[in-house]
């Protein structure tokens, strides 16, 4: 393990976080004590998924919003907690992490009713 990286909370204990390669030169962290190593992030846990929050909000504007009218929107990715720019959303194997599932039902909607039967 890397070392640890603090985040605080507005509410409750701090989390802590393993730290990523990039926070061992801790730019906007600073060490919390020696014993463990750990660096206290620059942000809290809030305003680090502050940013997380918004990309997902409009990755859902922009799919619910447009031509295909799901009626259901699953987007998943991954987030990466970084001491000095706190919350990213991670890249996977490829160059980014994100799987986004549309569903649709399958009851027909009130223009196919009167065609069902025929």
């Known amino acids: 393990m890397d070392g640890l990286v603090e985040f605080e909370v507005t509410e409750g204990a701090p989390v802590l976080f393993e730290a990523a390669g990039e926070d061992a030169e ?12 750990a660096l206290r992030a620059s942000r809290t846990f809030e305003q680090s998924l502050g940013a997380v929050r918004s990309a997902a909000e409009s990755a859902l504007r922009v799919l619910r919003d447009g031509a ?8 998943e990715f991954g987030v990466k907690m ?24 399958s009851a027909p909607g009130p223009a196919e009713e009167g065609t069902a039967g025929r």
């Not at 801790?26 to 190593?37: K, L, M, T, Y």
């Not at 295909?68 to 987007?75: F, G, M, R, S, T």
């Not at 970084?82 to 039902?105: N, P, R, Y």
């Open 82 to 105: 970084s001491a000095e720019v706190g919350a990213v959303i991670t890249k996977g194997a490829a160059e980014g992490h994100l799987v986004v599932k549309l569903s649709w039902s």
């Open 26 to 37: 801790p730019g906007g962290a600073r060490h919390v004590n020696r014993d463990n190593d």
């Open 68 to 75: 295909l009218k799901p009626d259901a929107v699953e987007i």
